[in-house]
């Protein structure tokens, strides 16, 4: 966790070259590729241009930032405003558009109207087109205001509706939602997770213990849109679904020569934020053997961990699309002394993970076991609702002929193959990182 120990020798404090030497000096001994590393770097570049030109070509993720400069940090209008957004076309490219994903609660985006499902024809004033989609997404994440233009569907065609004025602001979110199905016979539990946040698990345990208390047949965990955070969450919900033993192996971290090979019990990886006992999360397990995933291209991460790292104990059947590809884990490396003189914070890929069975390599992403996308069952369904496409394909799987078929339901245009030209979650998965512990 401390990359600082003592002052880069030869250099003055705060200079590119002082600062530059230190970076090296943590890659070679912390960065999964440290033995790619140019042995005599140009130590003279500003610290954002030298990183980046440490990295290995395979290094996909590794970023660094500094706490006291907000435009290091990767830009996001989710983190500005409130909501996530892809912006598509149709097959024939006559309709181009964004469709916004998810609004989060109490956010810039819900206090303007914006909803899941909403159409964006026009951002800043331009329509959309397919040489504009991603300018205009940048635009929107890195400044602190904007304009939307909401649209509805006439006949074959997009009408303007309403435009809508968004400045960056404070964002309070909920980030689990809770259902249970009544499937015939059968009840169906229903958790959306938004991410693996610090403390994730242990708010969960009231919403497993009402899964317990219902006795539910079936759990099904949407991680749809979730970019990942930490590995003793990832690891606690783990353990809320299957009450795996305390040193039931969970997880593989590879590194370099320094770092090594470890394997680590999920009581481990559980408890390693030291935030909850592991017998806390063993009481309110279910013990399921069965568990159902819904995942798209923007599930990373400790969201990737929970599928790959359950298999050798529970039966995951994931529906959805192919997850991102992030089978690395990283850790903060940072000036940890007293009086700091180096105030970047270094998020380098450090491990390749893998299961208890050794089963990782999962860098092009998962292939679900039943391909659904929802963007081609427009207008989007409500996240936990019964007729939501992916929830509709759990349906049918857990018992065949039942009543609510999927459909496409009014798709309003012809959607024979719809093609993703930006997505804002997407982009912000290139930086959330698995964070786990030195």
């Given at each position: 966790?401390?990359?600082?120990?003592?002052?880069?020798?030869?250099?003055?404090?705060?200079?590119?070259?002082?600062?530059?030497?230190?970076?090296?000096?943590?890659?070679?001994?912390?960065?999964?590729?440290?033995?790619?590393?140019?042995?005599?770097?140009?130590?003279?570049?500003?610290?954002?241009?030298?990183?980046?030109?440490?990295?290995?070509?395979?290094?996909?993720?590794?970023?660094?930032?500094?706490?006291?400069?907000?435009?290091?940090?990767?830009?996001?209008?989710?983190?500005?405003?409130?909501?996530?957004?892809?912006?598509?076309?149709?097959?024939?490219?006559?309709?181009?558009?964004?469709?916004?994903?998810?609004?989060?609660?109490?956010?810039?985006?819900?206090?303007?109207?914006?909803?899941?499902?909403?159409?964006?024809?026009?951002?800043?004033?331009?329509?959309?087109?397919?040489?504009?989609?991603?300018?205009?997404?940048?635009?929107?994440?890195?400044?602190?205001?904007?304009?939307?233009?909401?649209?509805?569907?006439?006949?074959?065609?997009?009408?303007?509706?309403?435009?809508?004025?968004?400045?960056?602001?404070?964002?309070?979110?909920?980030?689990?939602?809770?259902?249970?199905?009544?499937?015939?016979?059968?009840?169906?539990?229903?958790?959306?997770?938004?991410?693996?946040?610090?403390?994730?698990?242990?708010?969960?345990?009231?919403?497993?213990?009402?899964?317990?208390?219902?006795?539910?047949?079936?759990?099904?965990?949407?991680?749809?849109?979730?970019?990942?955070?930490?590995?003793?969450?990832?690891a606690g919900v783990a353990a809320l679904?299957?009450?795996?033993?305390?040193?039931?192996?969970?997880?593989?971290?590879?590194?370099?020569?320094?770092?090594?090979?470890?394997?680590?019990?999920?009581?481990?990886?559980?408890?390693?934020?030291?935030?909850?006992?592991?017998?806390?999360?063993?009481?309110?397990?279910?013990?399921?053997?069965?568990?159902?995933?819904?995942?798209?291209?923007?599930?990373?991460?400790?969201?990737?961990?929970?599928?790959?790292?359950?298999?050798?104990?529970?039966?995951?059947?994931?529906?959805?699309?192919?997850?991102?590809?992030?089978?690395?884990?990283?850790?903060?490396?940072?000036?940890?002394?007293?009086?700091?003189?180096?105030?970047?914070?270094?998020?380098?890929?450090?491990?390749?993970?893998?299961?208890?069975?050794?089963?990782?390599?999962?860098?092009?992403?998962?292939?679900?076991?039943?391909?659904?996308?929802?963007?081609?069952?427009?207008?989007?369904?409500?996240?936990?609702?019964?007729?939501?496409?992916?929830?509709?394909?759990?349906?049918?799987?857990?018992?065949?002929?039942?009543?609510t078929r999927m459909r496409k339901d009014?798709?309003?245009?012809?959607?024979?193959?719809?093609?993703?030209?930006?997505?804002?979650?997407?982009?912000?998965?290139?930086?959330?990182?698995?964070?786990?512990?030195?």
């Amino acid at each position: 966790m401390s990359g600082c120990k003592k002052d880069p020798a030869d250099h003055p404090v705060g200079s590119n070259a002082y600062v530059n030497t230190w970076i090296l000096d943590s890659l070679r001994r912390y960065y999964f590729w440290n033995e790619s590393l140019p042995k005599k770097p140009d130590l003279n570049q500003h610290p954002t241009v030298f990183f980046k030109s440490l990295l290995n070509a395979a290094d996909r993720f590794s970023y660094m930032v500094d706490p006291q400069d907000p435009a290091s940090y990767p830009p996001s209008n989710r983190n500005k405003f409130g909501f996530d957004y892809a912006t598509v076309r149709t097959d024939d490219s006559n309709l181009i558009f964004g469709i916004i994903k998810y609004v989060y609660n109490d956010s810039p985006a819900s206090r303007s109207g914006l909803k899941r499902g909403d159409y964006i024809s026009r951002i800043n004033g331009e329509r959309l087109t397919t040489s504009n989609a991603g300018r205009l997404q940048n635009e929107l994440s890195t400044s602190g205001e904007g304009r939307l233009t909401i649209a509805t569907w006439e006949g074959d065609a997009l009408k303007d509706l309403r435009t809508v004025d968004l400045i960056a602001g404070v964002i309070l979110e909920q980030s689990v939602k809770q259902h249970i199905f009544q499937l015939d016979t059968k009840k169906i539990g229903y958790l959306y997770l938004n991410d693996f946040s610090p403390g994730l698990a242990q708010s969960v345990i009231s919403n497993f213990n009402l899964f317990k208390n219902e006795t539910i047949d079936a759990l099904i965990i949407d991680i749809r849109y979730n970019p990942g955070g930490q590995v003793a969450e990832a690891a606690g919900v783990a353990a809320l679904i299957s009450g795996l033993a305390y040193n039931t192996p969970f997880i593989t971290y590879t590194g370099n020569k320094n770092g090594g090979r470890k394997t680590e019990s999920i009581g481990h990886s559980a408890s390693s934020d030291h935030s909850m006992q592991y017998s806390q999360l063993l009481e309110a397990s279910l013990g399921l053997r069965q568990l159902y995933l819904l995942v798209t291209g923007t599930t990373a991460s400790a969201a990737e961990l929970l599928i790959n790292n359950l298999r050798p104990y529970v039966n995951v059947i994931t529906i959805g699309e192919t997850t991102r590809g992030k089978d690395q884990a990283s850790f903060v490396i940072k000036d940890m002394r007293q009086t700091k003189t180096i105030s970047w914070e270094l998020h380098p890929i450090i491990y390749k993970l893998s299961n208890a069975r050794g089963e990782g390599d999962y860098s092009t992403g998962i292939v679900p076991q039943h391909h659904v996308n929802e963007l081609e069952y427009l207008p989007l369904k409500e996240l936990g609702a019964a007729d939501d496409p992916l929830v509709q394909r759990v349906f049918t799987l857990i018992q065949d002929g039942i009543s609510t078929r999927m459909r496409k339901d009014d798709p309003k245009i012809a959607i024979d193959d719809i093609h993703v030209l930006t997505d804002s979650r997407q982009m912000q998965t290139a930086y959330d990182l698995l964070q786990t512990r030195n």
